[in-house]
C-alpha cells in the first residue's frame, strides 16, 4: 500500500482540540468534522487540501483529548498518511483502530518541509521526498498492529479472529 | 525483574504471572466508560461491526456530561442516541441530567472504580482514578466499543516514572499546584507512553481529592496512566462506596523506573500554567500583571467539595471585580447539594458568582461561559489549548481553586494571600 500527496508542515504539540475544535463535537458525521479540520491552526488546510495528501508534525501530534473525532476529520478530509516524531498515546491507538495511516520519523519530520511531494510505501516503511530527492526510513509497526490495519480497523479485526 | 503498580494491575488482568515494559497484552475489563461526545461514535461503531449485546450490563458508564443539558438540537440528539442505547443494551449505570455528575467527579463517587482495577474510558482524563490505586486510561471510541462488546482491551505495557513525595503542602497549596509544577518539570510528552507513579511519605497529606486532581492531569504529561499507592486515605474513602473486593498493589522494591524525581511538597508554591499549553507553568510571584474576564472553578480536575470549599473560604464576605464573571461550577449533584448545605452558595451568591449544574461545558468551549477574542480566563480546568474555551484568540490560564478565586476577587491573577 502506498500514499502519496503534498505536505502540510506542523509543529510540536498539535492538540486536538486545535485538529477538531470541541465546538464542533456535537456530531460525528464525518464530512462535517472534516470541514472544519485544523481549523483553529490554519484556516486555509480545508480548502487547499487534496485526497492523499500528507501532515508532517514534530513531537507530541494529537495531544489532549480522547476524541476519535480527531483522526476521523484528518482521514475525512482526504489526508493518506500522518507522520511525525511522536504522537499522543490515545490519538496513535484511536488512528490504528479507525485506519488512519501514522508514522514515525525523526528524519522525515526534520528534512519534510511544507509543499513537498512525498509517497510512503507502508510495506517496507520508506518514505520518499520527490521535491528533495531523499529517502527516509520509518519504524515498521509491529505484527500485532499490522493485523489491526490490514483488517481495516479495530472492529473487522476482532469480527476476523 | 520486579514490577511497578500499573505492571502488576496489568498482568493480574492478563491472566499473567508477570509482564514487562513493552510487552503487548489482552486484559480483562472492569469498567469500560463514555460520554454523550464519544459515546455516539462507539455506539454507530458498535452496530456496525454486528455488537447485539455488551458484555455486562454492570460495568459500563455512559455519563451525560459534556454538552449537557442539551445545549443545541445535535447535542440532544447524541444524549437520545446514548439514552436509547443504554436502554436496548440494559446498561445499569447510565447517568443523565438529574443525576449526572461531570463523569470522573461521579465515578469515584459512585464506588464505580476501587484500587486494583482495570478501568477504560473514551475520554481522557479517564486517567483519574489512578488517585485510587486503579489502572485507568483514557481510550477512543472504537476501542470504546470494543470494551463493551467483548470486556477486553490490547495495551502495551508501559514503563514508568516513579515519584517520590515528601514534605507537607503548605498554605493556599493543592494538589492541582503540585501537578502544575510536576508538568512544568517534565514537559507535555515528558511521560508519553509511560504511567506517573506517586509514593512516598508525602501521599499522607494529600487528601482524595488532591490526588484526584493529581492523577486526573497525568494525561497532560502524556501519561498513560498516574497512580497512587494505596493507603488508608484511600481505603477510608472508598469504605461506603465500593462493597467488591479489591486489591492494593505495591511496586515492587526492584521494579524498573526510566526516571525517579524527588518532590517536596513543603517547597511547591501556587502555580498557574499559563497559554497554550500545561507545561508553560509559573510560580505565583512570577505571573505578573495579568488582567481577566472570567473565572471558572469547576471540571473533572477540581469540581470536588473540597475545591468548593477553598472558594468558599476565599471568597466569603469578597466581591467579585466589576467586570469579572465567576463561573463555579460543582462537578456532580451530590456535591452541588453538599456544598449548599455547606453554605457555600450563599457566599458564593453574595460575591457575585454564577453556579452552574454539573457540567464539563466552559473547560471544552462547549456551552456556559465561552470566550471572545481577546478575553482571557482563569480557571480550575485541565487544559489551556488554543481555543480551548472559546475564540482561537482567547486565552486560558490554569490555575488552583485558591488561585482562581483570589483572582475573580482581584480582577487578575493574584495569590490568595493578597485578599485575605
Redesign the interface.
Known amino acids: 500500500m502506498k500514499a502519496c500527496g503534498k505536505v502540510f508542515k506542523y509543529q510540536d504539540n498539535v492538540d486536538t482540540d486545535v485538529i477538531i475544535p470541541a465546538r464542533y463535537l456535537n456530531t460525528s458525521d464525518h464530512g462535517e468534522l472534516a470541514a472544519h479540520c485544523m481549523e483553529d491552526i490554519d484556516k486555509d488546510f480545508v480548502s487547499r487540501v487534496e485526497p492523499g495528501d500528507i501532515i508532517v508534525a514534530r513531537y507530541n501530534f494529537g495531544c489532549g483529548s480522547s476524541r476519535e473525532h480527531a483522526p476521523i476529520a484528518i482521514k475525512a478530509s482526504g489526508v493518506s498518511c500522518v507522520i511525525a516524531k511522536t504522537f499522543a498515546r490515545i490519538f496513535y491507538r484511536n488512528a490504528i483502530n479507525i485506519g488512519l495511516a501514522i508514522l514515525e520519523c525523526e528524519e522525515a519530520s526534520d528534512k519534510i518541509d511544507a509543499g513537498d511531494k512525498v509517497e510512503v510505501d507502508f510495506d517496507t516503511g520508506v518514505i520518499t521526498n520527490h521535491t528533495k530527492n531523499e529517502t527516509y526510513q520509518a519504524e515498521p509497526f509491529p505484527e500485532f498492529i499490522k493485523e489491526i490495519i490490514n483488517a481495516n480497523g479495530l472492529l473487522n479485526s476482532i469480527k476476523n479472529r | 525483574m520486579g514490577m511497578t503498580m500499573t505492571q502488576k494491575i496489568l498482568a493480574a488482568h492478563a491472566g499473567l504471572d508477570s509482564v514487562s515494559k513493552g510487552q503487548?497484552i489482552k486484559a480483562k475489563l472492569d469498567m469500560v466508560l463514555g460520554n454523550d461526545?464519544?459515546s455516539?461514535?462507539a455506539i454507530?461503531?458498535f452496530h456496525?461491526?454486528?455488537f447485539t449485546q455488551v458484555f455486562d450490563q454492570n460495568k459500563i458508564s455512559l455519563v451525560m456530561d459534556?454538552?449537557t443539558p442539551n445545549?443545541?438540537i445535535?447535542?440532544a440528539t447524541?444524549c437520545k442516541q446514548c439514552r436509547t442505547f443504554a436502554d436496548d443494551m440494559g446498561i445499569v449505570n447510565f447517568y443523565d441530567v438529574g443525576d449526572m455528575g461531570v463523569e470522573h467527579g461521579l465515578l469515584p463517587e459512585k464506588g464505580l472504580v476501587g484500587p486494583g482495577e482495570l478501568v477504560i474510558?473514551?475520554?481522557?482524563h479517564?486517567c483519574t482514578y489512578g488517585a485510587l490505586g486503579a489502572f485507568s486510561t483514557?481510550?477512543?471510541?472504537?476501542?470504546m466499543?470494543?470494551g463493551m462488546?467483548?470486556g477486553e482491551c490490547?495495551f502495551k505495557v508501559p514503563g514508568a516514572i516513579k515519584f517520590n513525595l515528601t514534605g507537607k503542602l503548605g498554605k493556599h497549596v493543592s494538589g492541582k499546584d503540585v501537578i502544575l509544577h510536576i508538568i512544568g518539570l517534565i514537559g507535555?510528552?515528558g511521560a508519553?507512553?509511560k504511567s506517573m507513579e506517586f509514593s512516598g511519605e508525602g501521599l499522607s497529606c494529600l487528601s482524595i481529592d488532591d490526588r484526584l486532581c493529581m492523577a486526573n492531569m497525568a494525561?497532560e504529561a502524556?501519561a498513560?496512566n498516574g497512580i497512587f499507592e494505596v493507603d488508608e486515605v484511600v481505603m477510608d474513602y472508598i469504605k461506603d462506596k465500593v462493597f467488591r473486593e479489591v486489591k492494593s498493589y505495591k511496586a515492587d522494591a526492584d521494579a524498573e523506573y526510566d526516571q525517579t524525581y524527588d518532590i517536596n511538597l513543603s517547597e511547591i508554591k501556587p502555580t498557574v500554567a499559563f497559554p497554550h499549553?500545561p507545561e508553560n507553568t509559573r510560580t505565583i510571584d512570577n505571573v505578573g500583571d495579568v488582567e481577566i474576564q472570567q473565572v471558572v472553578i469547576g471540571s473533572c480536575t477540581n469540581g470536588r467539595l473540597s475545591d468548593m470549599r477553598i472558594a468558599a473560604e476565599i471568597l466569603k464576605g469578597k466581591k467579585v471585580k466589576k467586570g469579572v464573571r465567576a463561573i463555579i461550577i460543582p462537578a456532580t449533584q451530590k456535591i452541588y447539594k453538599e456544598a449548599m448545605l455547606n453554605g457555600y452558595f450563599e457566599i458564593f451568591l453574595d460575591a457575585g458568582c454564577v453556579i452552574s449544574t454539573p457540567t464539563c461545558g466552559p473547560c471544552?468551549?462547549?456551552h456556559m461561559g465561552i470566550l471572545a477574542a481577546g478575553e482571557r480566563a482563569v480557571a480550575t480546568t485541565n487544559?489551556n489549548?488554543?481555543?480551548?474555551m472559546g475564540h482561537?484568540e482567547s486565552e486560558v490560564y490554569l490555575a488552583s481553586p485558591a488561585v482562581a478565586a483570589a483572582s475573580a476577587i482581584a480582577g487578575k491573577i493574584v495569590s490568595p494571600e493578597e485578599v485575605l
Open positions: 503487548l461526545i464519544t455516539p461514535v454507530n461503531e456496525k461491526a454486528g459534556h454538552f445545549k443545541d445535535k447535542a447524541q474510558g473514551a475520554d481522557s479517564t483514557g481510550v477512543g471510541s472504537t476501542d466499543a470494543a462488546a467483548t490490547w507535555v510528552d508519553l507512553y494525561i502524556g498513560k499549553l471544552l468551549g462547549g487544559r489549548f488554543v481555543g480551548r482561537p
